[in-house]
DNA sequence: CAAATATATGAATATATGCTCATATGTTAT
DNA sequence: ATAACATATGAGCATATATTCATATATTTG
């Protein structure tokens, strides 16, 4: 309401740089975008997930062989394959009673270079 | 044991394929890196601490205007804060009684855009 | 020092999620 | 058709996690 160049007030809910805040808020994209790249992440935010699409990025796999190579159940590995298909990121095509996996995405690569470089220490 | 060329038979947790498998093995990250990995990834897998991201990109705040921004507690922001310096996703300096946060990487925005490139269909 | 304010944190709770078990579906071979 | 096998799926359980509430810590001001 006053204080036009320093507002150095208030908070409790209440904004302390309106400026800042509003300018944000323009940038920000949209709200469902940000849940779908929640989801997206949230995809990639665990080990077996992540194992599967590294196993896939050297080769295609029936999940018999992700099974043994993961060492979990078949149960397991099926479920998480549905997860990643379910999100686009691997495709699978059948053949005899065997379905092979193999990856569905240019990008998966590129984020998990960038997610190894963080982690290899900044 | 046998079956040299093409090994189609066997499964129940047998390779069937044990020359992919053998490759991938050989080409797989360290299980300590795969879980580190997961782990940053399950830091982006939260649609507050997106936008917390989103929002540090276009400028260093404090604790009040992302608050006020996201329209949560200021507990809850705080706690996913800590989520995200914990990541050393983010760094804070101090000024007064106020916190300022801003973005403590480089890859980020990178991971990110990635993403948003494999959400908005491939 | 006391009051006000900004941020941090521990406990509790509600929800999400990964795995296992049992079983269903679908394919091949006898 | 029956048996064997590969994969998929639903239910249940145990654990993880995001938010809230209450409160602690720290800084500034009167």
Redesign the pocket.
């Known amino acids: 309401m006053n204080d036009e160049q320093g507002s150095i ?4 809910s ?1 904004v ?1 740089h309106k400026d800042v805040v509003d300018l944000v808020k323009e940038r920000m994209p949209e709200d469902e975008t940000l849940f779908d790249l929640a ?1 997206l992440f ?2 990639f ?5 992540v194992k599967i699409l590294f196993a896939l990025f050297t080769a295609e796999m ?4 992700i ?1 043994a190579l993961l060492g ?12 990643l ?1 379910q999100a686009r990121l691997v495709k ?1 095509r ?8 193999s990856l569905d995405d240019e990008h998966v690569k590129q984020i998990f270079d960038q997610g190894l470089a963080h982690i290899s220490h900044k």
């Open positions: 007030e208030r908070c409790s209440n302390v989801e949230k995809v935010g665990d080990t077996t997930r029936c999940v018999c062989d099974t979990l159940t078949q149960s397991a590995v099926s479920h998480q394959l549905r997860v298909k699978c059948k053949e005899g009673k065997m379905v092979y996996y």
